[in-house]
């Protein structure tokens, strides 16, 4: 399982992008994580013109230095964003670089869609969004909910343009009250604001004037206001604080290895699970103790109907057309695709055959927290869970075998880590294939938070202050896999 645990990678980069916090212009704050400085978010802020109209510019740079299982993780993400008198976005501008790979995102919004153009690390897509029609899409806003006088209970629900996945996510901003809270030590009466989006909430508090004082989430994260001159100084050495650490989920109960059982039951305490799917391999339930997950992964069968990749492609179209960095229309890629499939005609024992090659080929780097294309994955042939599952996908889909990505949690070392796979179709079921294991085995010890292509299945729930305890469990039988 080991060899598991240096791949998993969740998206975290999502705690580093905290929503429009209405701070004060060339502003910088302190990206603490369980009391440790890991980096630092500046802004500023100007009046300009664009398109020979009056706006104003927003920079900002997100600086974050940690460690995953090991390897040193270092991402540095710059926004500017332009923004007309009507608070609407007229074109943003995205940058973001790790490890030496990069994604630029340029994304120009007119008055019936956003046209993005996407460079990933050289490949280069474009994208149409049509406008939301059922909700602003903003660049600040706080500072629209705290224009006048504002009740506990109020609040605004709005669209921010997620540009790593290119596309829309919505948020709301619930006015909570005055509370008191401590801010470095003291205690201060503040306005406090839950920002909450599908990934996770943020707690945000303001001084009555409406000034940012700090902002909370998931995992012990802290930002708060600090000087540049504390921004910008080198860390103090020691060990990083490790990304996968904090956000590991502990398992209570687990007396067999996953991979010797058929299915296993488990309550998890805490965490939202409401947008976690349901399907053949895996259940979810709630109760008042918190929520019953049961998993037992699908079986791949050759059904008499679906014995051939090509009567498969048939029934499942959507599921093998190319999309963000599931690049399966690239022509080397394809090419490679079908020399490894050969002469197979078996939509599973292609499916698998393609798995093997990618976990052969492959080669693990969890210091890479760029979302990358599948024709950059495979030049380089390294990568996080995340990067074999878009290159297995990829693979799927050039071969014309049905395929979409999975992300969620996976078992090892008596806790869950995030994680991600795919799932292909056998004709009635998706079944999985773990292509960070040589066996490509999905197990009980797998569960699923999100699934589909890059924009939804990178775009699942992170679990806070969860505990996961294992009800009961079954051991497998001797079974004939095709």
Known sequence: MKSIRT????????????????????????????GQRIGYVSSSEEPTTLNGKPAKVTRSRTYMDAGLLGAALVTVIDQTTWVGSDGRPILVKFSMTSSG????????????????????????TTKVLP??????????????????????????????LDSMTATFVKNKATANGVSKVQIDGIETTAQTVLIAEPRMSMTVYLSLKGDFLQATAMGGMLLKPISKEEALKPSEGGTPVDLAEVTRIPVAGMTETPSNLRSATYRFTGGDLSRVPTDASQSIKKEAKGWLVTIRPAVAVSRPEFRTIASLAKAQP???????????????????????????????????????AVNKMM??????GVLRDATEILLTKEGVCR???????????????????????????????????VESWDGKE?????????????TPGHIKLAQGSV????????????RVQVLRTEKTKKEIRN
């Open 430 to 442: 998706w079944f999985g294939i773990d292509t960070t294991r040589s066996d490509l085995a999905v």
């Open 318 to 356: 959507a599921w093998i057309q190319p999309g963000l960095h599931i690049a399966s229309n690239d022509p080397i890629l394809r090419k490679q695709a079908l020399q490894i499939l050969g002469k197979e005609t078996s939509p599973i024992l292609g499916a698998k055959r393609l798995g093997k």
């Open 131 to 160: 406008i939301p029609k059922d909700l602003p899409i903003v660049d600040d806003a706080l500072n629209s909910l705290f224009s006048g006088s504002v009740q506990p209970g109020q609040f605004k629900e709005f669209y921010v």
């Open 7 to 34: 791949l998993l990678l969740s998206s975290i980069f999502v705690l580093a992008f905290p929503p429009s916090l209405a701070v004060a212009e060339d502003s910088y704050l302190g990206l603490f994580i369980q």
């Open 455 to 466: 924009e939804d299945a990178f775009l699942f729930t992170f679990l806070d202050q969860t």
């Open 363 to 368: 080669n693990p780097n969890a210091g890479i």
């Open 101 to 124: 790979r990069s994604q630029k995102v340029e994304a120009n919004f007119n008055s019936g869609d956003v046209r993005i153009a996407i460079n990933n690390n050289g490949a280069r």
């Open 387 to 421: 990067d074999y599952a878009i290159l297995t996908a990829s693979f799927l889909r050039a071969a014309k075998i049905p395929a979409r990505l999975v992300s969620g949690l996976v078992y090892d070392n008596e806790a869950f880590y995030y994680h991600a796979w």
